[in-house]
Structure formats: structure tokens, C-alpha cells
T-cell receptor
Framework: DQQVKQNSPSLSVQEGRISILNCDYT??????FLWYKKYPAEGPTFLIS?????DKNEDGRFTVFLNKSAKHLSLHIVPSQPGDSAVYFC???????FGTGTRLTIIP | DTGVSQDPRHKITKRGQNVTFRCDPI?????LYWYRQTLGQGPEFLTY????????KSRLLSDRFSAERPKGSFSTLEIQRTEQGDSAMYLC????????????FGQGTRLTVV
């Protein structure tokens, strides 16, 4: 049972434009969500998180939005840069349940 | 470097051999997690510890897998009688207990069973 889903396995975005990565979850008990970025042969790197008491959290070029009624969150990256090309995972606490990831490619 | 450290980074072993991986968490983090990741999938939860207590173990984890955190600091993950299906990246993460704290990952151990 996939409790955290990322339905887009890949996404290509022009450099400088906005990248939007989506994530859906099924367990209404999840109350803390995180986004991680992963390069090949490395461990995931923490990007940004959001608590269920908020609907938005912003950190520099990264903004995460949470829609609890729809059980949906999204990560916005603006402006997108070539170094953002990686696989992005969303995850939900308590024990960090991960989605399957979205491979983001930024086109120069 | 005060991040999460995993050793070794790569391990190639013959089918049927036992392997052991080590994870050193960030020093003030009392929660430690193990995950397995295969190609095209997200990290899959294996087990986690609060201090030295193993609080949860995935049902997917066969009895060939065992993890310990004897003094509440570093942890080891052992796989006995390895199979080719065990080939994966094994990831360790740590975090402070309590609400809304981030988990930080090590670089992972890439296991190849031949």
C-alpha cells in the first residue's frame, strides 16, 4: 500500500522557469512532511519541510504548499537552475514514508 | 564532519555470505533509521531506533536481517546468507526525537551480491 505517491516519474523544465513537483498521501494521520533531493550514488539531502498546521513554508527558491483536505502537497522551485536537476522525494513522518520520486531535469 | 556517516560506501559479496554495515548518526540525534533503496523506487523503511531500543521493524524485513544500536550511538545492520535480491543501496538517517524535526541521511552503502 503506497501511502505517499508521486505520480510524475519525470519532469523537464526550462532554466529560469518554475518547477512544480507534486505529492499525494492517503494517511490523514501524517502531520509533518519533508522534501528531499537525491543525486545518484548519494544519500537524500533535506530541502524543506512543512507541518500540518501550516499551508505554506518558504525557504529561498523553495516553497512547499500543503492542502490537507486534498491530502496533497507540492514543491515549487523558482527560478529553476541546472543544479536542481536531481530526483526529488516527498516523505511523511513518523517513520519517513517516501514516495517513489520525480526526476527533475532543468534544460539550460 | 558532523553529519551521518556510513561504512563501507560499497560492498560486493558472494551470495550466501554475511555482511555488516555501520552507521554513525549525528551525535545529539537519538533516533536512527535504516532504509533500503532500489533503482526507480523511493527509500523503503526497514527499522528504527530510539536510543538503543528498536521501536519498529518492517514486516518486509526477513529474519536474515538484524539491526542493533547497543549503546544508543552507532548502529549496525547485518544481512545473513545474502541473496541477489538484497542488492540495493542501504541508507541510514538520524534525527532528534520530538515533533517536526528533520531527518538527515548518510551517503549510503551500495551492496552488490554476485
Amino acid at each position: 500500500d503506497q501511502q505517499v505517491k508521486q505520480n510524475s516519474p519525470s519532469l523537464s523544465v526550462q532554466e529560469g522557469r518554475i518547477s512544480i513537483l507534486n505529492c499525494d498521501y492517503t494517511n490523514s494521520m501524517f502531520d509533518y512532511f519533508l522534501w528531499y533531493k537525491k543525486y545518484p550514488a548519494e544519500g537524500p539531502t533535506f530541502l524543506i519541510s512543512i507541518s500540518s498546521i501550516k499551508d505554506k513554508n518558504e525557504d529561498g527558491r523553495f516553497t512547499v504548499f500543503l492542502n490537507k483536505s486534498a491530502k496533497h502537497l507540492s514543491l515549487h522551485i523558482v527560478p529553476s537552475q541546472p543544479g536542481d536537476s536531481a530526483v526529488y522525494f516527498c516523505a511523511a513522518m513518523e517513520k519517513l514514508t517516501f514516495g517513489t520520486g520525480t526526476r527533475l531535469t532543468i534544460i539550460p | 564532519d558532523t553529519g551521518v556517516s556510513q561504512d563501507p560506501r560499497h560492498k560486493i559479496t558472494k551470495r550466501g555470505q554475511n555482511v555488516t554495515f555501520r552507521c554513525d548518526p549525528i551525535s545529539e540525534h537519538n533516533r536512527l533509521y535504516w532504509y533500503r533503496q532500489t533503482l526507480g523506487q523511493g527509500p523503503e523503511f526497514l527499522t528504527y531506533f530510539q536510543n538503543e531500543a528498536q521501536l519498529e521493524k518492517s514486516r518486509l524485513l526477513s529474519d536474515r536481517f538484524s539491526a542493533e544500536r547497543p549503546k544508543g550511538s552507532f548502529s549496525t545492520l547485518e544481512i545473513q546468507r545474502t541473496e541477489q535480491g538484497d542488492s540495493a543501496m542501504y541508507l541510514c538517517a538520524s534525527r532528534r526525537s520530538g515533533e517536526n524535526t528533520e531527518a538527515f541521511f548518510g551517503q549510503g552503502t551500495r551492496l552488490t551480491v554476485v
